[in-house]
């Protein structure tokens, strides 16, 4: 079993060098952590087709999902961070003012095209949540949405969110995260290599575990989707 992992690994990351070949990398900050560079690689690959890919799923279930989220999303200064190709803009509060930041700046030019309600205020910029480039309780409240999948160090990421979010606001997460079903979960452990290569997301991770961990408010999350594979996790910061 673990040869046969080792060699599905070791193919797809052949195909995957192969695909990315001739692409070029944008962006590149000096000292920045390999696996970071090559997120942005991925997503700045994945952009073109992002969307089409995602259409189905987002019809199904997900455009509910970012639904129920942003209805909790009080107005304000309002922080969103991996804002992607910009699915969550339609939703923004009225009269909100907000700060949308992604680590690709390809996938931060699709979302620029779109169209902002009219409302609201919007300010997009490239960055890593790893590293934010804001003051302390700058914002009411933070929102990501299928993002700490793919941050290198999501515990780095989550700590400087709750930095920047004043003591009272909240960060709204939805997260697909490792089903709890051990056989499913297992399942989840085997692909998440190659998920990984080929996606730029991992499949298993625990984020509502690892806020608790890192303590840095009150955390609570609901399953959602098909085996309770999306997380929405809600952290009242302290
Ligand atoms: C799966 S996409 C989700 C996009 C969007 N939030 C959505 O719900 O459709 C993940 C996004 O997170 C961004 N991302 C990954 N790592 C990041 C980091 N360290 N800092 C900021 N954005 C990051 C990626 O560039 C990508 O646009």
Known sequence: MRCLHAV???ISARLFALWNQDFTETDTTINEPRETTRTRTRYDRAARLYDAMYWPAERLLIHRLRHRLWSRVPSGKILEIGVGTGENINYYPVSSDVTALDLSPHMLARA??????????????????QQLDFPDDAFDSAVATFVFCSVPDPGQGLREVARVVRPGGRIFLLEHVRVDIPIIGMMMDIADPVAVRVTGAHVNRRTACLTRRLGIGRVMEERRGPFGMIQAIEIGVE
């Open 8 to 10: 599905v690994v070791r």
């Open 112 to 129: 620029r095209s779109r169209a902002v309600p009219e409302d609201a205020r919007l300010e997009m910029q490239t960055g890593d949540v």
